[in-house]
């Protein structure tokens, strides 16, 4: 279930992304990797979807938190995004979207935020661009093909 959010401000809407996004890594389901990771994602009109990552006996049919955050967003009608926080137990470094995720972000903009925590509740953000640059994207398969 989504939530809608009036946030006092830019900073507080980032906190809050940041604490929700680590809530989130509790309800994970890692039994392989023993690695929890959780996502919150922030829409256009203030809507917050969340997600966790969910991993398979068959391992290829794992999903991430950022996936299951922007399934559930679009899902539910929302193609636009201003920010998605990301948290894992990662002490020293703040966890970064896999290929596939940044992939996936970059399908819905390459000018978006990308808050990648650690458990501190420190982040660094970067642009969605930032994190896949010469992304293949929407606009590629408007392009003239060679006939």
Known sequence: MA??????????????L???SHEMKKMSYCPYSNFPVGAAL???DGT???GCNVENASYGLAI????TAIVKAVS???????????????KEIAIVPCGACRQVLVEF????????????MTYEVMKTKELLPLC?????????KAV
């Not at 991430?64 to 996936?67: D, F, I, K, M, T």
């Not at 539910?76 to 137990?89: N, Q, V, Y």
């Not at 903009?109 to 501190?120: A, N, Q, R």
């Not at 293949?136 to 003239?144: A, D, I, K, S, W």
């Open 3 to 16: 939530d809608k959010h009036e946030f006092d401000s830019e900073a507080d809407q980032v906190q809050q």
């Open 18 to 20: 940041v604490k929700k």
């Open 42 to 44: 922030l829409t256009a």
């Open 48 to 50: 917050v979807f969340t």
């Open 64 to 67: 991430c938190a950022e996936r």
């Open 76 to 90: 539910e009608g929302h193609r636009k995004f201003k920010a998605i926080a990301i948290a894992s137990d990662l």
């Open 109 to 120: 903009g390459v000018d978006w935020d990308v808050i990648m925590t650690k458990p501190d």
């Open 136 to 144: 293949f994207g929407p606009t590629y398969l408007q392009r003239v």
